[in-house]
């Protein structure tokens, strides 16, 4: 790694670790891309000068609040809520809310900026931004998640905007919540305006948003693919998740004539040998969403599968694996086994479910690495599409808004090429992904001036 004359790397981090302490997920994701960005900007003084890069891995603001709700016991139950505004530079910040014990700023803060990234990527005017709260709904009454996505709103309504920042779904947030929210948005302020996606189609929603995740990330993968004059066909793929992206992107798969053999969810993975077929994952979407079962059950309706308790599935042999589920999912020696046995391509459907060690082993071994950057997209392409949709006061077509999602996964994938291509065939990825989203934010803040 060349060493600029102006800061090292190790300087700059040191710097990030100091002043973010206690946040290891977002050190995390400002080293995984300044280690790639800092070759790049190495003799591009401006960046330098106008301290690009220590800007960048600054929130333009974290707004934390305070979430009371009653549970159905008439018990007083108090959360806490953010909203993480990363970077307004191409667009109002843009970015779902996640509900998950697991959250805390560090992850919020990881999560907006991987999406100043990912969003600039797309090619579409958006910055980046997320929150959610460590509110668990996992086993919560309909009435009590209405409840507290009322309370979560009624802070969080006066930080957004059609204009401002415009908040999706994420893990724990799906239609329901959003249409929750959104009615208490249009109750407090009056306004009916696209400021939050992932809708119902009767009051603003896109066609596709839903599939848009898990379809984007397998048209990636066959992008990556058709680089190298392969495609899906027949080929074993190792899924991670049962939620929105997994099922979405197995579905895809299926479409594309590959083969899923996994899904998992956090009690463990089910391994079908046989492959999953659209019937199958139609039956586990519905078991996942509307039942709010368990992976396991799996096995008992599908003969021939088995469920493996506490473990995640990238040990079984395969040609390309989607980790679709959470962050640092697949570690370095999750990495290693699936190249030892035979994988040549992984795309994250998920956002870093891949940890700094696994991301290096694949590197390593140059097989192909898509990013969920780059690689997980599609949906907040969508979502840009949806409000597009709404200024305009218009819904484009399922077939027009398949073609788009296409051209955009492949458009991001031509990004990667352009500062991604080692030679030899051989394409980083993440460094291509990495770079032309910041290429892009970082010009943008320089015409601005200090602000
Ligand atoms: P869902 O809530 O629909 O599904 C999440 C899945 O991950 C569930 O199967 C869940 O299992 C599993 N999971 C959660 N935590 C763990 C864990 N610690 N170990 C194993 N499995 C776990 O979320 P989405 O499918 O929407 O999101 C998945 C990922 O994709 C996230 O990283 C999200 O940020 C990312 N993403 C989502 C987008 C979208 O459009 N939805 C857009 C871009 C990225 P369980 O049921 O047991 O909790």
Redesign the pocket.
């Known amino acids: 790694m060349a060493v600029s004359d102006h800061v090292d790397f190790n300087g700059f981090m040191e710097g990030v670790k100091r002043r973010n302490p206690y946040q290891p997920e977002f050190v995390q994701a400002v080293q995984e891309v300044a280690e790639d960005i800092f070759d790049f900007i190495g003799d591009k003084e401006e960046y330098h000068e106008q301290q690009i890069l220590r800007r960048v891995a600054e929130p333009d603001r974290v707004v934390s609040f305070r979430v009371c709700w009653e549970d159905d016991q008439g018990n007083i139950r108090v959360q806490r809520g953010w909203r993480v505004q990363n970077n307004n530079a191409i667009g109002p910040y843009k970015g779902?809310i996640?509900f998950?014990p697991?959250v805390t700023e560090s992850v919020l803060k990881f999560?907006a900026f991987e999406q100043t990234f990912?969003n600039a990527l797309t090619g579409l005017p958006m910055g980046g931004g997320k929150g959610g709260s460590n509110f668990n709904p996992?086993g919560k009454s309909v009435r009590e998640i209405m409840r507290f996505c009322q309370s979560f709103m009624t802070e969080l309504y006066r930080h957004i905007g059609a204009d401002v920042d415009v908040p999706?779904?994420?893990?724990?947030?799906?239609g329901r919540e959003i249409g929750f929210m959104f009615g208490q948005y249009k109750r407090i302020t009056g306004h009916f305006t696209g400021v939050l996606t992932?809708k119902g189609l009767e009051y603003g929603g896109s066609l596709i948003?839903?599939e848009?995740?898990?379809y984007g990330a397998v048209y990636f993968l066959a992008n990556m693919l058709a680089a190298r004059d392969m495609n899906l066909e027949g080929k074993i793929t190792v899924i991670?998740?049962?939620?929105?992206?997994?099922?979405h992107a197995a579905e895809k798969i299926v479409h594309l004539g590959g083969k899923p053999v996994t899904?998992?969810?956090?009690?463990g993975f089910i391994h079908d040998p046989e492959g999953l077929t659209l019937e199958k994952i139609d039956w586990v979407k519905a078991h996942?969403?509307h039942r709010r079962g368990?992976?396991q059950d799996y096995v008992e309706q599908f003969k021939g599968a088995r469920f493996h308790e506490g473990k995640?599935p990238w040990h079984v042999p395969c040609d390309v694996a989607l980790p679709?589920?959470?962050?640092n999912?697949l570690l370095g020696d999750d990495a290693r086994a699936l190249v030892a046995n035979g994988c040549i391509a992984v795309s994250e459907?998920?956002?870093?479910?891949c940890d700094l060690d696994a991301v290096h082993a694949f590197k390593a071994a140059k097989i192909m690495f898509a990013p969920?950057k780059a690689a997980?997209?599609?949906?907040?392409a969508v979502?840009g599409l949806e409000m597009s949709q709404n200024s305009a006061r218009r819904s484009w077509s399922e077939g027009e808004l398949q073609q788009m999602l296409k051209d955009i996964m492949h458009g991001i994938h031509q990004r990667c090429l352009t500062y991604g291509d080692r030679g030899g065939g051989y394409v980083d990825y993440v460094k291509g992904a990495n770079i032309s989203g910041f290429k892009k934010v970082a010009d943008a803040m320089l015409a601005f001036g200090v602000v």
């Open positions: 779902g996640r998950h697991s999560l990912k996992k999706a779904g994420d893990i724990g947030v799906g992932g948003r839903p848009a995740t898990g991670s998740g049962s939620g929105n992206v997994a099922t899904l998992s969810d956090s009690g996942k969403t368990r992976i995640t679709c589920a959470t962050q999912e459907g998920a956002n870093m479910p969920g997980n997209a599609g949906g907040v979502s």
